[in-house]
């Protein structure tokens, strides 16, 4: 099972990467981890759309990671 309340858990080259979203009225937010790399990534945004965090989270926590 890759879902469960909230959380994704997705397998990549780095590690397993774990994933979380939400929104509160204009607010949005996403974190991203990869703990075999150490690395962990909270995006927060207002005016942004969930797609555009949810790339820019996974990109940059994947930077990270590749260092």
Do not use: F
Not at 24 to 29: F, N, P, Y
């Amino acid at each position: 099972m890759d879902y469960a309340w909230g959380v994704r858990v997705a397998p990549s080259a780095a590690g397993r990467v774990i994933t979380h979203g939400g929104s509160w009225d204009m607010w949005l937010a996403k974190t991203v981890r990869i703990p075999e790399r150490h690395v962990a990534v909270a995006i927060l945004s207002v005016g942004s759309t969930e797609l555009e965090i949810s790339r820019t989270g996974t990109d940059l926590a994947a930077a990270i990671a590749s260092r």
